[in-house]
């Protein structure tokens, strides 16, 4: 680049490390087995790293990937030189974004106390929630908790789906967020989803998952106190006066597996429809935590081998470098 400032020029050279970092993290979660000693060495997708069309690149292990993504990191962080762009722009990638980004990367890795750090990094910069007693959807590009929105969901989302029950139900009566706010009644027991059916419920990265980021690898740290704080500061925007007492009395009685529960079961609540999900269930208890979901809403024939995506037929028949993945 010739035109623009030096940190013009910095910012952008510091956006596209961050993004082909970002694309990574997704084709390894989708293609790999999640970060663990157990799954290092083993293959998930090619690194492209340079913009050589011809090249016939043979797959990359989770740990090979995972470096490469940490690399670019540090080079964005080296660049980067925007806090927070106006609404509008925020699809970029800012200062902020990159450490919200550390915050999920690190939970995904096992590094607690590095996702931790991040964490708060982030809400030092930013630690507003929506208050879902009023009408304004954490999800919005123009909410309080946006940090980064270039994702959306499916334009059709909201006409397509109903929810499960097994979702429906895991919210109770004195929860905002199932009360007319993430859910429309259809009647008949019918809910569909108000998260999506227009781009301006664009979210990559809020608030709510970085105090359930927080939650999480402080919990998994043994620092419960700050877990459950963590997470009571987000349930304080979600319940009402009675539910969040009710909430407050039970988290605050909860050892330490039954706080990692309701952990992942808030993130389940709060993330819905925002493409965590899958996600947080392949890199629980490296799948396990997915096949034991999945029979108990009646899906016994899932096996680990089924919970990755298999590398497309066509891309193996012009690269016969690109052998199949074996799954689990």
């Avoid at 630690?127 to 954490?138: N, R, Y």
Wanted: glycine residues 4%; charged residues 25%.
């Amino acid at each position: 680049m010739t035109g623009g400032s030096k940190e013009e020029i910095a910012q952008l050279v510091g956006e596209a490390y961050a993004m082909r970092a970002y694309i990574h993290f997704m084709l390894v979660n989708l293609y790999g087995k999640p970060y663990n000693e157990e799954n290092l060495n083993t293959k998930a997708v090619p690194l492209k790293l340079n913009s050589n069309t011809e090249d016939a690149p043979s797959r990359n292990t989770v740990a090979e990937i995972y470096a490469a993504i940490e690399s670019d990191i540090v080079e964005a962080g080296k660049r980067l030189n925007v806090e927070k762009w106006d609404v509008g722009f925020n699809y970029r990638f800012t200062t902020t974004a990159l450490k919200a980004f550390r915050s999920r990367l690190y939970l995904y890795m096992q590094k607690w106390s590095e996702s931790l750090n991040a964490s708060k990094e982030v809400l030092e910069i930013n630690k507003e929630l929506v208050d879902l007693s009023q009408t304004t959807m954490p999800n919005n590009y123009q909410s309080v908790e946006s940090i980064m929105a270039l994702e959306y969901s499916s334009a059709d989302i909201n006409r397509a789906i109903y929810i499960s029950t097994d979702l429906y139900n895991l919210y109770n009566s004195n929860d905002y967020r199932r009360r007319n706010r993430f859910y429309t009644s259809e009647g008949s027991g019918r809910y569909t989803v108000r998260k999506g059916g227009s781009n301006e419920y664009a979210c990559t990265f809020r608030t709510g998952e970085i105090y359930l980021n927080a939650a999480e690898a402080a919990c998994q740290d043994d620092n419960l106190i700050d877990a459950k704080d963590y997470l009571l500061q987000l349930k304080a925007k979600r319940f009402n006066a009675t539910g969040y007492a009710e909430e407050e009395t039970k988290v605050e009685a909860m050892d330490k597996d039954e706080l990692l529960q309701e952990i992942y079961d808030e993130r389940y609540r709060e993330l819905a429809f925002e493409g965590h999900r899958w996600f947080d269930m392949i890199r629980i208890d490296n799948g396990n935590y997915a096949l034991t979901f999945l029979k108990s809403i009646g899906k016994n024939n899932v096996t680990k081998e089924r919970l990755l995506l298999p590398i497309p037929q066509t891309e193996m028949d012009s690269n016969h470098l690109m052998t199949q993945n074996p799954g689990y």
